[in-house]
């Protein structure tokens, strides 16, 4: 068998097709590298590339945020694949939009000075101490956010130059004197009425339904009374968070956990230091500073004078406290191996131009005790040991439950856990655990639904999987009558008392504008007191859309309440009691729903104006 494989190997014909599936390879590859790809992009908008890096990041900087506002709702819409995508494309929208509009902005001629840079990044709070700008918590901010001096300097100039083109378009917007007062006087204007209810119950009640309207309400509405398939689930449910709850910590393993990760609980040492900074490549420039502090000049009077670092220069070239691993590798090797404080280095050439750094204060490392982070240590290794645990029963239960797929009894030996059931259930009523989309979908599989088989390893949050089987299923069928006759009996009598209640609420109405008040009387019915109601009265919209009656006048309407009742309505005086004080805050409301529909009429123009090309799915 051996010699006919090698023989064939050696064939002509074999090594043709093997040279032709080598070159294959070889151009793909070729073409590969000559092409480029945009493996690492998301969109090009107009020739601007927005990198895949730069949406992952906004995406789940939008996800923490949706998440705190959302909690455990949240979670389960991130169960749908669907809602994901969506929620990723607009986040990619929202960044294409500040991409055209900081394109815009540039072929208008808006720019921003170093200047303005430096004197805003100087004013802003979140690095100011005691009201003054305090350079290490301006370092320290950066270094956490991920951003150099200059990176932050970048984000923060296409940031104002959108802000400057915002500014323009919301300038162009105003408000004239008479329309504020107008709509002032329409947002404030009260109304004063007098109402009484024909509650719907009383009109069922009185309803007498006969057998052949019943039946033919049934036949009629059938889709109303059918019931949707529904399955018994069988189902392993295994979540770290759960496991974590039976998991007890030893003072061995803390003590043991504590030493291999000393250094957790250490803070580097750390050093507190000054620089001059000469940007781009003027070696002769940052040499000539030098000099002069060389020949004994004072380094923080350098610094202000001649630093080209806008952040550090005002405060003597102060970047307060640094540590390794988080400065330029040149600038930190050269900062940590200065020996004494006082000493300054050469010049150090980075990538952001050449440095003389001075070493102002050292700060030795320390270390915490024990007992300060023993909760500490006890909650990571429980997470941890139930996130080991959780993976090792998941791949037991993978292996037990493809191995045994006629039952889950295996699978539940195998890890421990236990078989849960319902009853029959369709994807409304299911339980929280089995409503995801990836578990519906395993269900109406036909190897789970049909042949009875165990599903895969299904993922319904971090860390917290399920395995299914249907025991049993029911398919759709419309109820039986007499299952379902009272049920159909009240809708039936429902609609017939509504009807009932909207033809005598017409009646009523139409004999009250003809100022046939007796009608009342006949009913046995009568307004209540006079009250005056705003726009947040539930039935303003019906209130509010009333013709002002004239003077000594009543108007009437019906309309429904929130509870579906029908509402009779005597609308007497209509008042404007308007304050003037109110013009301001109505005025730039408008304005601002101005400003939206013109940003939003910008956009679109832009958008049909610039080749956007999107390499994620839409």
């Known amino acids: 068998m051996m010699e006919r494989i090698r023989e064939g190997v050696n064939s002509i014909a074999v090594k043709i097709i093997l040279g032709l599936i080598i070159l294959s390879f070889v151009f793909a590859g070729v073409g590969s590298y000559i092409a480029g790809g945009n493996a690492n992009t998301a969109a090009i908008v107009g020739g601007t590339e927005i990198g895949r890096g730069d949406l992952e990041q906004a995406y789940q900087n939008e996800r923490d945020r949706m998440q705190a506002q959302l909690g455990e709702y949240f979670s389960t819409l991130l169960a749908d694949p669907s809602y994901v995508a969506s929620l990723r494309k607009s986040v990619l929208d929202r960044m294409i939009n500040d991409v055209l509009l900081e394109q815009y902005a540039q072929s208008l001629g808006l720019r921003i000075g170093d200047e303005q840079i430096r004197q805003m990044i100087l004013e802003m709070p979140q690095f100011q101490s005691n009201g003054q700008f305090d350079s290490e918590i301006y370092q320290a901010t950066l270094r956490r956010a991920g951003f150099s001096a200059d990176s932050f300097a970048e984000y923060l100039r296409r940031d104002l130059v959108r802000t400057q083109l915002l500014s323009a378009i919301q300038s162009s917007e105003f408000a004239l004197p008479n329309e504020v007062k107008l709509q002032g006087e329409l947002l404030t204007q009260t109304r004063e009425v007098r109402t009484f209810t024909l509650p719907l119950k009383q009109f069922a009640e009185q309803m007498e339904l006969t057998t052949e309207e019943v039946d033919k309400y049934y036949q009629d509405h059938a889709e109303q009374y059918t019931r949707p398939e529904q399955v018994k689930i069988a189902y392993i449910e295994i979540s770290a968070e759960a496991l ?158 493809f191995e045994f797929p006629d039952s889950l009894e295996d699978a539940a030996q195998a890890t421990g856990q236990s078989v849960q059931t319902t009853d029959f259930v369709s994807q409304a009523d299911a339980p929280q655990v089995l409503q995801s989309s990836a578990v519906m979908q395993a269900i109406d599989s036909p190897e789970v639904k049909e042949d009875g088989l165990n599903s895969e390893v299904l993922e319904v949050a971090p860390e917290h999987i399920v395995v299914v089987r249907v025991e049993d299923l029911r398919p759709e069928t419309v109820l039986p009558l007499d299952e379902v006759k009272t049920r159909v009996e009240t809708e039936l009598a429902n609609i017939k008392g509504e009807q009932a209640a909207m033809e005598l609420a017409v009646e009523l109405v139409n ?108």
Do not use: C
């Open 511 to 618: 004999s009250l504008k003809q100022g046939q008040l007796e009608i009342l009387a006949e009913n046995q019915l009568e307004f209540g007191e006079p009250e005056v109601i705003d726009r947040n009265s539930p039935i303003a919209q019906s209130v509010f859309a009333m013709a002002k009656p004239q003077e000594g006048e009543t108007s009437y309407t019906q309309t429904k309440d929130q509870l579906g009742d029908v509402v009779i309505i005597a609308l007497d005086k209509v008042t404007n009691d308007y304050d003037e004080s109110y013009n301001q805050q109505i005025g730039e409301q408008a304005e601002r729903f101005s400003t939206e529909r013109d940003l939003t009429a910008v956009l679109a123009i832009l958008r049909s104006n610039t080749d956007i090309e999107y390499f994620i799915s839409e």
């Open 244 to 401: 974590k709850q039976n998991i007890q910590v030893s003072d061995e393993q803390v003590q043991q956990y504590y030493q291999e990760n000393i250094s957790k609980y250490s803070t580097s040492e750390q050093r507190e230091v000054s620089h001059i900074l000469v940007q781009g490549d003027d070696e002769a420039k940052a040499q000539a500073i030098l000099d002069e502090l060389n020949a004994g000049a004072d380094f923080a009077a350098l610094a202000k004078e001649k630093s080209e670092d806008i952040g550090s220069s005002e405060e003597g070239g102060s970047l307060g406290w640094i540590e390794r691993d988080v400065m330029d590798p040149a600038f930190e090797e050269a900062a940590f191996a200065l020996k004494n404080v006082g000493d300054h280095t050469g010049l150090v050439k980075s990538d952001f131009g050449y440095h003389i750094i001075q070493l102002d204060q050292v700060k030795a490392s320390e270390t915490k005790p024990l007992a300060e982070v023993k909760d500490e240590i006890v909650a990571e290794l429980r997470d941890q040991l139930a996130v080991d645990e959780f993976y090792n029963l998941q791949s037991e239960l993978e292996k037990v439950a």
